[in-house]
């Protein structure tokens, strides 16, 4: 897959676009990527995705957007796909004024698609005046097959990114990974820490939780701990430790269950299962490993 950061294209290719944010790659977005790739490969077409780096509504409405996925997992997520090209956009003042005939006029100048294929719920343009119902109506003049893909229902609710985000928000895990079609997940580099865990019997490996990631509420949770390429279960915490944290840095520690290596500075990838319980503070290291003992009995049910 090859990026670009402008709508300038060099490619003579046969183009088909696919159009959205994309926060995520949640189940609904999976379909519409995969309804192209397959359009594309039957006809021997090209897929350009085109997007944004931040969300429209840091412009629009003066947001600082929390992601479900960092953009270096957004951008490994969407390579998975199967995608030729992927064409990311700093959505700037110029764009979200934007009308939605002239963005749409700007993709066809640029690419003359032979199609484009969004999800039914896809807005552009300014004022969001830029709809599914437009782009039908204008396949005609500008000699492009269009192609709108259906929501995602999950108990007659359409999986979104904003629910997604909602529910991560809330600590419901496992709706968010039902939605997601995945386990939620972040990954870094092991910290050093100030190591009490090994002292009660429960080492941890600790990282920094990514600032630009939705928050998921202050807790212990059923995980997954990824490393090397094996799997492990695990206990994660999910909270505020001032004497490892810089800048006010939110931590995952994580006990990993059945493992026993020194893992310091390696990347490790850490899934959320389910939430387990609140945090808590406790009296003493004795009060800590009680719980701690507990926790993964939970785990093992």
Known sequence: MEIFNDLKTDKNENFVLILGFFDGLHLGHKIV?????????NNHFKTALITFKD???????????KYILTKEE?????EETGIDYLYQLEFDKNLSEMSASD???LLVENFKPKAIITGD???FGYNKTGSADFLEIMKNEYGYEYFRVNSVKIENTIVSSSKIRSALKDGDIKLANFMLG?????????LKGRQIGRTIGFKTANLYYPKEIVDIPEGVYAAEVEIGGEKYMGIANY???????ENNKKLVEVHILNFDEDIYGQNIKISFLDKIRDEK????LTELKEQITKDIECLEL
Request: proline share 4%.
């Open 33 to 41: 990527i995969k309804t192209a790739v397959e359009y594309a490969q």
């Open 55 to 65: 969300s429209p509504a840091n412009i629009i409405k003066n947001k600082n957007t």
């Open 74 to 78: 957004k951008i490994r997520k969407i």
């Open 103 to 105: 963005y749409l006029k």
């Open 121 to 123: 719920n896809h807005h």
């Open 182 to 190: 995945y386990r939620f997940y972040i990954n870094g580099e092991v």
């Open 239 to 245: 909270g505020s430790d001032p004497t490892i944290s």
């Open 281 to 284: 503070k406790f009296q003493s």
